[in-house]
C-alpha cells in the first residue's frame, strides 16, 4: 500500500516569496492533516481537513498560510509571503477518519528554508 | 492547553542496554497517548499508544503504560539494538477528535 506522498522534499527561497507544497494521503483516508515542525520542536497542527471540509484551522496562520483540499483527496499548503520564521519541515498526514484515536499516517515532510 | 513534556537528547547507549525515555503530559480530560519514532530519513510513525489509565502499549520490544496518577507515559525497551537509533515523540490527543499534541521529541543513538 502506497504511503503518504509529499512534494518537494526541500525548497529554499527568500523571504516574502510565495509557496506551496502537495500532499497526497493513504488512497480512502478521509482525514488529512497538515503540521509544522520547527527544529527542536515537536510538530505542531496546522489544519485539519474532513473530506474537503476544514476542522480545525485554530493554529494556522491565516495571514499567511492558506490550504485547500478541493476533491477530498490531495492537498495544497501555500504560504505568502514567507517570513524568516517560516523555516521549517512541514509534515501531512491522513487517517482513515477524524475520530480519536485513528492512527494518522506522515509522510516525509517537506523541509523549507527561508532566507 | 494540552502540553506534553519529554528528556531532552540525545540520550545515547550502547547495545543491549536499558532504555528509559521520560514523558509527562498535562491535559484537560483523559488523553490518549502515543510514541511516535522517526528513523533517519523517513516519515513519524506510530510506535505504540494506550488510551486509558493502566493499559500497557508494547511494540517491537517497547513498552509505555498510561500512568494517571503521575501523568506519565514513560518509554522503556530492556536491551536496544543499533536499529533503535531514531526520534521518539511522546503525543497525546483528547476530545472527540485525533488532533495530536507532541513533545519536542528525544533523539536516541546506540553504538557498538
Known amino acids: 500500500e502506497a504511503g503518504v506522498a509529499q512534494s518537494p522534499r526541500y525548497k529554499i527561497i527568500e523571504k516574502r516569496q510565495s509557496v506551496a507544497f502537495w500532499c497526497n494521503p493513504i488512497s480512502g483516508h478521509a482525514t488529512l492533516y497538515w503540521y509544522q515542525q520547527i527544529l527542536g520542536q515537536g510538530p505542531k497542527l496546522l489544519i485539519q481537513?474532513?473530506?474537503?471540509?476544514?476542522?480545525?484551522d485554530s493554529q494556522l496562520p491565516k495571514d499567511r498560510f492558506s490550504a485547500e483540499r478541493l476533491k477530498g483527496v490531495d492537498s495544497t499548503l501555500k504560504i505568502q509571503p514567507a517570513k524568516l520564521e517560516d523555516s521549517a519541515v512541514y509534515l501531512c498526514?491522513?487517517?482513515?477518519?477524524?475520530?480519536?484515536?485513528?492512527?494518522?499516517?506522515f509522510g516525509p515532510g517537506t523541509r523549507l528554508t527561508v532566507l | 492547553g494540552d502540553s506534553v513534556t519529554q528528556m531532552e537528547g540525545p540520550v545515547t547507549l550502547s547495545e543491549e542496554a536499558f532504555l528509559t525515555i521520560n514523558c509527562t503530559y498535562t491535559a484537560t480530560g483523559y488523553p490518549s497517548l502515543f510514541w511516535y519514532v522517526q528513523y533517519p530519513g523517513e516519515g513519524l510513525q506510530l510506535l505504540l499508544k494506550a488510551t486509558k489509565a493502566d493499559d500497557k502499549g508494547s511494540n517491537k520490544g517497547f513498552e509505555a503504560t498510561y500512568r494517571k496518577e503521575t501523568t506519565s507515559f514513560h518509554l522503556e525497551k530492556g536491551s536496544v539494538q543499533v536499529s533503535d537509533s531514531a526520534v521518539y515523540f511522546c503525543?497525546?490527543?483528547?476530545?472527540?477528535?485525533?488532533?495530536?499534541?507532541f513533545g519536542t521529541g528525544t533523539q536516541l543513538k546506540v553504538e557498538l
Open positions: 498526514a491522513s487517517s482513515l477518519s477524524g475520530s480519536r484515536d485513528n492512527e494518522q499516517f
Open positions: 503525543a497525546l490527543s483528547t476530545g472527540g477528535g485525533n488532533k495530536l499534541t
Open positions: 481537513f474532513q473530506n474537503n471540509g476544514v476542522v480545525d
